[in-house]
């Protein structure tokens, strides 16, 4: 293990700490753990990091308390007509990277080049697989940015709008050949997702495989099958 690997597995430590605090107190990890409360605390808060066979150790007595799946279901509210929020996901960086992590593993043999996904909610998950990956994140809008002449676009009708939408994406974003993995934080009915998989065509880039935070139905099947690539979701509703 060399030097960048050693901090990576430190601070990953260091995101379930996190994490965990949220639902479990100083008490509780310290009997989890069998370390002071001190010292988780200055674990927590970034003050000191633990040493690499420290940090072994905690992953493995942390790992039964941290399931990721079930984390973000937790998290997930709900209103009286069905629809959730994913706020509480998006904006924990320390769960993003978690989960990045997983992902990133699967892809790395796979030569991808480039992470792309949809404005907005799309783009926190998919910095942080490209970062675990070490390439570039794009994403696609429904406008025309001022200042880029060039643009893939496409045209779409999303599930019960009745109206068309276009995603842009500049062409410099995608270069041809290249390898790209699709990210998005929520799949339902795949109108926007097959958008980007036209946008890549386009560009005459080659589709790796599709990655959602959370899938509802069986959409991720139809699209696994309609691509013939890995199409996967860590929770599915």
């Known amino acids: 293990m060399n030097q960048y690997e050693a901090i990576k597995e430190k ?21 989890i753990t069998g370390l002071p409360i001190t010292v988780l605390n200055r674990y927590v808060r970034g003050k000191v990091l633990p040493s690499i066979e420290r940090a072994k150790e905690l992953e493995e007595k942390l790992k039964p308390y941290l399931n990721l799946e079930e984390e973000v279901k937790r998290r997930l509210k709900f209103d009286s007509f069905g629809f959730f929020d994913t706020m509480s996901v998006l904006s924990d960086t320390n769960l993003l990277a978690l989960i990045a992590e997983e992902v990133a593993l699967k892809y790395l043999r796979t030569g991808v080049s480039k992470v792309l996904t949809a404005a907005t909610d799309g783009i926190p998950l998919a910095v942080q697989i490209a970062n675990e990956l070490g390439i570039d994140v794009v994403y696609a809008k429904k406008k025309k940015e001022v200042g880029i002449e060039k643009f893939y676009e496409v045209n ?6 009745g109206s068309i939408t276009t995603l842009y994406l500049p062409m410099w974003a995608i270069k041809r050949g290249e390898r790209v993995l699709i990210v998005d934080d929520v799949v339902r009915s795949g109108e926007t997702q097959r958008a980007l998989v036209e946008l890549c065509h386009q560009a005459d880039a080659t589709l790796v495989g ?3 935070l ?24």
């Open 11 to 31: 601070i990953k430590v260091i995101r379930m700490l996190r994490i965990l605090k949220k639902t479990y107190t100083y008490e509780d990890l310290s009997k």
């Open 156 to 161: 779409y009708v999303p599930s019960a709008s």
């Open 210 to 212: 599709m990655f959602f």
């Open 214 to 237: 959370i899938s509802v139905g069986d959409v991720i099947d139809k699209l696994q099958e309609e691509y013939n690539i890995p199409v996967d979701a860590l929770v599915k509703l």
